[in-house]
């Protein structure tokens, strides 16, 4: 089990797996806190080896001054696992469940043979007409932003759909705010999420418009990131603290995780 850890108190909403199940993204709210907290976006990672994947996990907020964020979560090759909130007297952390590895685990450290059960991800529940009429107008709004170059109200809008279960109107939803963020002139998160737009569809005419869009930007290493305009706001958020794996495996190398 790997444990994402934050110093303030968070509710984990729901998480959307790529069909590979090399890529998930979790979304959660920052709690009310009295605590004076900074909070930006971050990248960390655990090397993995021994039979576990290299997972790799971006933290980025997504609305109402960031206190609505998620997690990209990525696995160097197509991983059994399962995504939960912490236990609840102690609402500080996200759990990744890697489905089968305990015995990986238990071979690297020596320690006693404990694998959990390996199951199958659920399908994500059918969009009720309710969802698809909601998800609709929040990616009309957002397509009118867009258009009137008002992308900032455009990436929210977005964000407001992608919060909702997968629907009808995600996966343009996915596309668009790559466009914006493009538009913003922030090319680092505009890759991200042209990347996972590809892991979640694969293929179609708008893949082939995102690809060529990812191709545009160039390689990782090329690629600069632009601030967009910062407007005052409070600063009350949230912050990774560490990451780590745990449980029976007694298989835990930590690696600190501070975002300010």
């Given amino acids: 089990m790997a444990q994402i ?24 709210d920052v709690l009310p806190t009295r605590e004076n907290l900074n909070l930006s976006s ?25 206190l609505s964020r ?4 990525r696995f160097s090759e197509p991983t059994k696992f399962r995504i939960r909130a912490g236990q609840h007297w102690q609402p500080r952390s996200i759990e990744i469940v ?14 006693r043979p404990s694998p959990p059960p390996v199951t199958t991800l659920a399908a994500p529940p059918a969009a009720s007409a309710d ?10 709004a957002a397509e009118a932003a867009h258009d009137r170059a008002d992308y900032a109200l455009a990436i929210d809008q977005v964000n407001r759909l992608l919060e909702l279960p997968a629907n009808a109107s995600s996966r343009r939803g996915q596309e668009l705010i790559g466009l914006s963020r ?27 418009r995102v690809q060529q869009q990812l191709a545009s930007l160039g390689k990782p290493a090329e690629t600069t990131r632009t601030r967009p305009p910062v407007v005052a706001s409070s600063s009350t958020s949230g912050s990774v603290s560490a990451f780590y ?13 501070t975002l300010h």
Avoid: C
């Fill in 5 to 28: 850890r934050f110093v303030t108190p968070v509710q984990y909403r729901r998480s959307t797996a790529a069909l590979a199940g090399d890529l998930v993204q979790s979304h959660y």
């Fill in 42 to 66: 971050g990248q960390r990672s655990i090397a993995g080896g021994s039979g576990i994947p290299r997972i790799t996990v971006n933290d980025e907020g997504v609305a109402r001054a960031d």
């Fill in 70 to 73: 998620k997690l990209i979560i």
């Fill in 98 to 111: 890697l489905e089968g590895l305990g015995t990986a685990l238990d071979a690297a450290n020596a320690a």
């Fill in 131 to 140: 969802l698809d009429a909601k998800a609709a107008g929040l990616l009309a």
């Fill in 182 to 208: 493009l538009k913003m002139g922030d090319k680092v998160r505009a890759r991200s999420e042209f990347e996972v737009f590809l892991k979640l569809y694969p293929s179609g005419p708008d893949a082939e």
């Fill in 245 to 257: 794996y745990g449980g029976q495996s007694r298989f835990a190398p930590r690696n600190s995780w």
